[in-house]
């Protein structure tokens, strides 16, 4: 679920990708999900061009006959791409007003992310007035006005859920896969308390040495299965009774800055949304599949690493053996405090 946002200006605001059925009615498909790819650049390399502008390039070899006066009278045609913002997909200009079709008024203003930009900004997600304009450009004028403001809580939820899960996977493996390796060999439970995450939500990025993580831009792609989230439902059809699960109702392409000792590089992540069974109370209960993409053998030597060393730890008896040498030194520092005092 994510569709951020680009730009605080308010000429730059975004509407919502596809939000789930929980208890609340929300519309069966994402709104803003139309799959377009910005144009390559033809600028030169020292061109100043603001971040998420989506400039009119003229030809690289315009004709003689094309003269200043001849774009005066034929100005260039503004189509489709010209009017998206290439972070995201997502139409630069949004109303944020009240549109006659509503029944009651919802709020304009748009909370900021924890997830910062390429520039060091913070995205910031849409409103609630700007997912249900968006909704009605597309054509969904069944959704209640009075259920948006539900829909943008779950769609901001998510997405800093998502945030969190990325971070977990870059403060194991922005040093590379050998560092990886050593904070990820004694399984899950253990290297997050090695690396001080305090629950599954915790954003906060703590090695000093290394800047933190960008989310650079991203892409929703609800009609593209990913092959793991395939492979599952295969499983599923061949063995329901322990791989039976619904398709994931969204998924997103996040492109992330990742700095390390080596200099800085792009990391593609793949995102996989997944609904659960409610509670008890009826809500709604989501679960995010979050991992770096196989572009190349690091991506897949990190699910290798990560995945297989869980395996590993709990399959040779390591979460016992943590046990049984707690236990051991829990019985060593009462012994010695005994003879401290006897002594």
């Given amino acids: 679920m994510g569709w951020f946002w680009a730009e605080t ?3 730059a605001p975004i509407a919502p990708h596809r939000m789930p059925r929980g208890s609340v009615e929300p519309p069966p498909g994402c709104p803003m999900h139309e799959k377009s ?13 603001p971040q998420g502008a989506c400039p009119y390039v003229p030809p690289d070899t315009p004709s003689p006959a094309y003269t200043s006066a001849t774009a005066l009278q034929s100005p260039p045609k503004q189509g489709l791409l010209s009017r998206l ?3 995201n997909n997502m139409p630069f200009e949004l109303p944020n007003s009240r549109s006659s079709a509503q029944s009651q008024d919802l709020p304009v203003s748009r909370e900021t992310s924890t997830i910062p930009k390429g520039d060091g900004s913070l995205w910031e997600y849409p409103s609630p007035q700007q997912m249900y304009n968006a909704m009605l450009r597309k054509g969904y004028t069944d959704t209640p006005a009075e259920h948006v403001e539900s829909m943008v809580l779950v769609h901001n939820f998510l997405n800093e859920g998502a945030w969190a899960e990325i971070i977990g996977w870059e403060q194991r493996f922005s040093r590379g896969i050998v560092q990886g390796y050593k904070i990820c060999a004694r399984g899950e439970e253990n290297a ?4 001080g995450q305090e629950d599954i939500l915790d954003t ?17 792609r609800p009609g593209d299965m990913t092959p793991k989230s395939q492979i599952l439902q295969w499983l599923g059809w061949v063995w329901p009774s322990k791989f039976a699960t619904s398709p994931p109702f969204d998924r997103h392409d996040w492109f992330i800055q990742r700095c390390g000792p080596e200099g800085c590089h792009e990391v593609r992540y793949v995102i996989d949304y997944y609904e659960g069974d409610p509670e008890p109370t009826g809500e709604p209960v989501f679960y995010l599949d979050v991992r770096p993409a196989v572009d190349s053998p690091r991506g897949a030597a990190e699910r290798l690493v990560r995945w297989g060393t869980d395996v590993w730890w709990k399959a040779s008896g390591g979460v016992v053996r943590e046990v049984k040498r707690m236990e051991a030194e829990k019985k060593a520092k009462e012994e010695g405090g005994k003879s401290r005092w006897s002594s």
């Fill in 37 to 49: 790819t910005p144009p390559p650049s033809r600028l030169p390399e020292n061109a100043s061009t």
């Fill in 9 to 11: 200006a308010p000429s």
């Fill in 192 to 195: 997050a308390q090695d690396l």
């Fill in 204 to 220: 906060r990025w703590r090695d000093r040495e290394v800047p933190p993580p960008k989310l650079l831009r991203f892409t929703g």
């Fill in 85 to 87: 913002n290439p972070l």
